[in-house]
Structures are given as structure tokens and as C-alpha cells.
């Protein structure tokens, strides 16, 4: 008999705490979701829920070089935004991919705050993309566009409340990262003579 009543409320503790940290689902217009995040100690529990957004795409842009000369600029267009392990990350197909996979990011990344980059969601008091511990993976191809070339850039990160022992959530690009790859190789090809 006595060990049904410390089975019962053994069951509840953790169907509730699963239940507390399980993500709702994604709203098909907005691509939302909400996830319950909680934290505590002997003192008590905090629970804090946060607003994700996941738009994972492939931006493209046509840049005024050469797809070889658009190449060849990548890697130091991302040093430039603060991305110093670029690397050739995949040749597969004859597609050359440069970029960084699974880089680990807090708060900043090349003096900018995360949160121009991406968005993981919002919390009351702090802004997840400039709080919890991100996973970084930004890449981008060329292949050739007319006169140019066209630029194939990807961002994807997730994000982890460093303080808590929560699933990640999914952030996804503002744009700016992307925008900023190929404004920054516009502006090689206006130096270049």
C-alpha cells in the first residue's frame, strides 16, 4: 500500500514537469510556437514561457562579381562579421558551400548583438538571442547570374537558456545576416577598379 502512494504522486511530479517543458504545437500561419520553461531550486520554481519563430530559407542575391570572385571574397566577408572558423564546408555536387557549422555563440558575435541576426523567440525580462547559448550554422554558395553571380546564404541556430535545464528552441534569421553577406560583396566590386 505504501509504495502506491509514493508511486502516485511520483507519476504526477513527472507527467507535470514533462508537461511543463513540452513545446505547443507550431501555428501554421505564423510558424509560432511556445515553449514552458522551468527552472528550480529548494526555494521554489520559476516558470517562464517563450515565444519561438522558425523561418528557415535560403535567401539569394545577385551580386555585380563573378561567381569565382564571389568565392574567392566569402571567407573574408564572414571573418568581417565576426565569423573567424570559416571554412570550405562542403563540395558535394561541384557546389562549393564556405561558412561555419555548429559554431557556439553567446550574446555577440563580431560586436553585434545576436538578436540583429536572429530571432529565438521573446521572454519578459531578456532577449533569448542575446541570452541563452546559440548554435550557430550560416552558409552560402554562388553560382553564376548573367554578368554576376547569385549568392546562396543560410542561417540556422538554435538557442539554449544556459541556466536551465530546457530543450533548445529554434531561432530563425532576421535577414540582416544575409542581407549584410551581399551588400559587403557589392561593396568589394565597387573598390575594385
Do not use: W
Amino acid at each position: 500500500m505504501r509504495k502506491s502512494v509514493v508511486a502516485v504522486p511520483l507519476v504526477l511530479t513527472l507527467a507535470g514537469a514533462l508537461g511543463a517543458c513540452a513545446s505547443t504545437p507550431r501555428n501554421s500561419e505564423t510558424d509560432q510556437s511556445r515553449v514552458r520553461v522551468q527552472s528550480g531550486d529548494i526555494r521554489g520554481t520559476m516558470a517562464l514561457d517563450v515565444e519561438t519563430r522558425n523561418h528557415a530559407a535560403t535567401v539569394n542575391a545577385e551580386v555585380p562579381l563573378t561567381a569565382v570572385a564571389a568565392f574567392d571574397a566569402l571567407p573574408d566577408v564572414y571573418r568581417r562579421l565576426g565569423i573567424t572558423q570559416v571554412a570550405v564546408v562542403d563540395t558535394s555536387g561541384g557546389v562549393y558551400t564556405v561558412g561555419v557549422r555548429n559554431l557556439r555563440v553567446h550574446g555577440s558575435i563580431g560586436g553585434e548583438p545576436l538578436s540583429k541576426y536572429l530571432d529565438c523567440g521573446s521572454a519578459p525580462m531578456h532577449t533569448p538571442a542575446n541570452s541563452y547559448d546559440v548554435n550557430l550554422s550560416a552558409t552560402s554558395y554562388v553560382t553564376p547570374a548573367g554578368q554576376g553571380s547569385t549568392v546562396h546564404t543560410l542561417v540556422n541556430a538554435t538557442a539554449r537558456d544556459p541556466l536551465t535545464n530546457s530543450p533548445p528552441v529554434e531561432c530563425s534569421s532576421t535577414g540582416v545576416f544575409e542581407s549584410t553577406v551581399s551588400n559587403m560583396l557589392t561593396h568589394l566590386q565597387a573598390q575594385t577598379p
